[in-house]
């Protein structure tokens, strides 16, 4: 089962043009997104250790959006 809201999902799809978004749309959205999400808390979470810490800070989220 998935952890993000499908309904905020379509929220954004919409507000990011998509005219309708089906469920298995959805669905896959949802994934790709949580799969996005976990990859950045991953490399996040390295730099934060890098840096000697075990929070992760908006710095660490911006900078591993960068790479």
Do not use: C, F, Q, S
């Not at 994934?31 to 999400?37: D, M, R, S, V």
Request: charged share 30%; proline share 1%.
């Amino acid at each position: 089962m998935a952890d993000l809201p499908i309904a905020a999902v379509i929220r954004i799809a919409k507000k990011n043009g998509a005219e309708r978004v089906g469920h298995d749309g959805a669905i896959a959205l949802v994934k790709g997104a949580e799969e996005y999400i976990a990859t950045l808390t991953r490399e996040a979470n390295r730099l934060a250790m890098h840096a000697g810490r075990k929070t992760i800070k908006e710095e660490d989220v911006l900078l591993a959006i960068k790479m």
